[in-house]
């Protein structure tokens, strides 16, 4: 079980390195106590089984101790994400029902505000700064045995994703996904004791929380960074890490950072990327400038608790396979993966596109109070559909060439164009407004707004771009406006984003706006 790994690994080894956090050291006794005690708190907060804890703020301990009590209590973690608007976040609190809130001193104004619009708000426990309520708690608290009765298949993880209606589903991970995930992980990229995991992805991500998870469970020492800030990365590998996963976005600033941050970010073992594609010439360019490097690609989604493919490092640097570095390598061990008709779910023949489905140990149990959204995702004999349009060579390496519900990926970042859409809808000078992503040097992809005017109003960029912030995370709202007639819809009156793409997508680089 999840809350079982810092006291495996505290009585092979209690004095080796558990967790690390600006300066800050944990050992594997320490953190083993720390949850304990953590849980003690969460039950005199009233936190029972069936019961789910959330956490918002910058990547910390807090958020890792928290994860691991509840989890030993038998509630789950629900892990918010820290740049969510306040009526955004009130909407993920409401919907997930926390007894406890947890931010932490730079959050906790936001939660102040989100929690405000609810009528049952949880109680808010701010951790760090002035205002830290957390260590008196832990300091008051009796310790708490994990419970025994346990089960693989019980939710200790909500993670929020979007959906094609624009509102936010959380996804119910297990203690068999989770672990499931990083064991699966383990194959592709080895990580033990002695071994030091970089974590530079926000813990609301499961390229965060999971990736944590993932060496945590091997024993190796954890290294949470709060700033992914080029210099930060850098710092951080010269401290020993050996390991890292990181969104193509962060390679440009650590390959600009000069020679001898660059030199120390060198030291590295493994360098894992996913989240969005990365761009082949940035790819040959890393692989050129760190020869060491053990390369590994993965693909992956919350759902499915992290990632389910990967291409190793021997492809990364075979010349024979140069074409296969576009591609997100083949699954992981115990994932099943089936290129399929989305329409009537068989397999269709090899080289053609279909969406790709998943059938692993690591699939979410089902998205949390959504029963039709999880009977649309999950068949009934336990194939995830993912969503995305791939094809599979002969080999078994699988292509992503679209996705099916017009995600964005900006920076690592999950944008759906609904959600954005729904907010732009809103807006007294906007009569339709349709949502792409255009490519980004930087970011990978960008929003962009496709906007049709109602009659005898003016869209001005800068009045649409602070009416989303009102409502949006910063990187949700369009970097870029195009101002259109009318929108193109196909024959049943939909708006045909295929045509928008065509005529937008290789538009000149979007104005930047600040994230």
């Known amino acids: 079980m999840v809350h079982h790994v810092p006291g495996h690994w505290a009585a092979r080894g209690p004095a080796a390195e558990a967790l690390a956090c600006d300066g800050r050291r944990w050992t594997w006794r320490r953190l083993a106590e720390r949850a304990d005690r953590s849980r003690g708190a969460l039950r005199a907060l009233g936190v029972r089984r069936g019961d789910r804890v959330a956490h918002l703020g910058?990547?910390?301990?807090?958020?890792?101790?928290t994860f691991l009590a509840a989890a030993g209590a038998g509630a789950a973690t629900v892990v918010l994400n820290r740049r969510l608007a306040p009526a955004e976040l009130a909407y993920a609190v409401g919907d997930s029902a926390p007894v406890v809130l947890l931010a932490d001193s730079g959050s906790a104004e936001t939660a102040r505000r989100a929690l405000a619009e609810l009528p049952a708000p949880p109680r808010l426990v701010v951790t760090g700064g002035a205002d830290d309520a957390y260590e008196p708690l832990l300091a008051r608290a009796d310790p708490l045995p994990p419970l025994d009765d346990i089960a693989p298949d019980d939710t200790c993880l909500v993670l929020y994703t979007s959906g094609t209606t624009g509102f936010p589903k959380g996804a119910e991970l297990t203690h068999r996904g989770l672990l499931s995930g990083a064991a699966a992980l383990r194959a592709a990229a080895p990580i033990g004791p002695g071994d030091r995991n970089l974590v530079p992805l926000p813990l609301f991500h499961v390229g965060g929380i999971g990736y944590a998870l993932y060496g945590m469970a091997a024993g190796a020492a954890t290294?949470?960074?709060?700033d992914p800030a080029p210099e930060a990365l850098c710092r951080a590998v010269g401290d020993g890490a050996t390991h890292t996963l990181l969104v193509p976005a962060m390679l440009p600033g650590v390959l600009r950072a000069g020679t001898a941050p660059a030199d120390a970010f060198g030291r590295l073992r493994h360098l894992l990327y996913g989240a969005s594609p990365m761009p082949l010439p940035l790819l040959r360019e890393a692989l050129d400038r760190f020869p060491a490097f053990r390369f590994v690609q993965v693909y992956g989604m919350t759902e499915l608790s992290g990632a389910v493919t990967a291409?190793?490092?021997?492809?990364?640097?075979?010349?024979?396979?140069?074409?296969?570095?576009?591609?997100?390598?083949?699954?992981?061990?115990?994932?099943e993966a089936r290129v399929a008709d989305p329409a009537t779910g068989a397999a269709v023949p090899l080289g053609r596109t279909g969406e790709l489905w998943v059938r692993t140990a690591q699939r979410m149990k089902g998205y949390l109070g959504r029963p039709e959204a999880t009977a649309e995702t999950v068949t009934e004999d336990g194939w995830l559909r993912t969503g995305d349009v791939v094809r599979a060579d002969e080999d078994g390496f699988l292509y992503v060439e679209d996705r099916l519900k017009d995600l964005i990926i900006s920076g690592?970042?999950?944008?759906?164009?609904?959600?954005?859409?729904?907010?732009?809808?809103?807006?007294?000078?906007?009569?339709?407004?349709?949502v792409i992503g255009v490519p980004d040097e930087v970011w990978g992809e960008s929003v962009l707004a496709v906007v049709v005017a109602r009659d005898g109003a003016r869209v001005e960029e800068a009045g649409l771009d602070a009416f989303c912030r009102g409502h949006l995370a910063g990187y949700k709202c369009p970097r870029g406006v195009a101002?259109?007639?009318?929108?193109?819809?196909?024959?049943?009156?939909?708006?045909d984003k295929n045509a928008l793409r065509a005529a937008h997508g290789a538009r000149e680089r979007v104005p930047r706006q600040p994230r």
Request: proline share 10%; net charge positive; aromatic share 2%.
């Open 311 to 335: 291409l190793d490092p021997a492809v990364h640097r075979d010349p024979a396979q140069a074409r296969r570095l576009a591609s997100a390598g083949r699954p992981l061990p115990g994932v």
């Open 483 to 495: 101002l259109v007639t009318r929108l193109p819809r196909n024959a049943t009156g939909k708006v």
């Open 58 to 65: 910058r990547n910390d301990p807090v958020c890792l101790e």
């Open 223 to 226: 290294h949470l960074l709060r």
């Open 412 to 434: 690592g970042e999950n944008v759906y164009s609904a959600e954005v859409e729904r907010v732009l809808a809103e807006h007294p000078a906007v009569a339709e407004a349709a």
